[in-house]
Nanobody, 127 residues
Framework: QVQLVESGGGLVQAGGSLRLSCAASGRTFTFSNDVMGWFRQAPGKEREFVAAISWSGGSTLYADSVKGRFTISRDNAKNTVYLQMNSLKPYDTAVYYC??????????????????WGQGTQVTVSS
C-alpha cells in the first residue's frame, strides 16, 4: 500500500519561509516517467499545480505564481520530496498536497494524471 505523508506546514508571516516534506512508503518512485509533486488548494478554489520533479531530479516544473520563490527537490535514498518555500505571500495560504505517479512530461500540471496523494498539510501566511 502506497502512502504519502506530508509534514512541515504551519503559520508564518509574509516574507517568511517554510519547508514541506513528503515521505513515501510502499513504493519507490524512481522508475522512468515517475514524478513527484505538490499541489495546493485554497478555500473555495480548485486544486492547483505548484511544482513537480522527475524521478532523477533532473527535470523540475513550477507554476508561474511560485517560480523563483519555491524549490522542489527529492532524496531518493529517503524516498522523500521537499518543497522549500521562500518569500511567502498571503495568497500562498492553502492546504498543500504531495502527489506521485507515472506522468508524462506534458501532463505534469494536471492533477488527474497522478495516482497517489497525501492527506495534505496546512500552510497559512499572515500579512
Amino acid at each position: 500500500q502506497v502512502q504519502l505523508v506530508e509534514s512541515g506546514g504551519g503559520l508564518v508571516q509574509a516574507g517568511g519561509s517554510l519547508r514541506l516534506s513528503c515521505a513515501a512508503s510502499g513504493r519507490t518512485f524512481t522508475f522512468s516517467n515517475d514524478v513527484m509533486g505538490w499541489f495546493r488548494q485554497a478555500p473555495g478554489k480548485e486544486r492547483e499545480f505548484v511544482a513537480a520533479i522527475s524521478w532523477s531530479g533532473g527535470s523540475t516544473l513550477y507554476a508561474d505564481s511560485v517560480k523563483g520563490r519555491f524549490t522542489i527537490s527529492r532524496d531518493n535514498a529517503k524516498n522523500t520530496v521537499y518543497l522549500q518555500m521562500n518569500s511567502l505571500k498571503p495568497y500562498d495560504t492553502a492546504v498543500y498536497y504531495c502527489t506521485a505517479g507515472q506522468v508524462l512530461t506534458l501532463r505534469r500540471t494536471n492533477a488527474d494524471e497522478y495516482d497517489y496523494w497525501g492527506q495534505g498539510t496546512q500552510v497559512t501566511v499572515s500579512s
